[in-house]
């Protein structure tokens, strides 16, 4: 399975962003973040078929998750982005949802984000 996130960039503080991630249907999906010096942290994730989602609380309010099952893609869509929000963020796929990576089986190289104030 390959992941493939993308969107990144630098925006604004209170602008918009949306990344994106190149994945099958048959998989839940997860976004998570990891900041420079930083654990990597829970952003979103969202059943296979798209009927279920979670947003961690750090960003909920702000932030969206979705997907395209037959665009085989999945979106975390950034509004009113802080600067605590930079960030590398990365697509992981796993048989169900969870705010744990360990039970991610696949992870995209990541894409960085960065939230100019």
């Known amino acids: 399975v390959q992941l493939q996130a993308s969107g990144g960039g630098l925006v604004q503080a209170g602008g918009s962003l949306r990344l994106s991630c190149a994945a099958s249907g048959a998989y839940a999906i997860g976004w998570f973040r990891q900041a420079p010096g930083k654990e990597r942290e829970f952003v979103a994730t969202?059943?296979?078929?798209?009927?279920?989602?979670y947003v961690g609380d750090s960003v909920k309010g702000r932030f969206t998750i979705s997907r395209d099952n037959a665009k085989n893609t999945v979106y975390l869509q950034m509004s009113e982005p802080k600067s605590e929000d930079t960030a590398v963020y990365y697509c992981?796929?796993?048989?169900?949802?969870?705010?744990?990576?360990?039970?991610?089986?696949?992870w995209g190289q990541g894409t960085l984000v960065t939230v100019s104030s």
């Open positions: 969202i059943s296979r078929s798209g009927g279920s989602l």
């Open positions: 992981a796929a796993g048989a169900m949802m969870s705010t744990s990576p360990d039970h991610y089986d696949y």
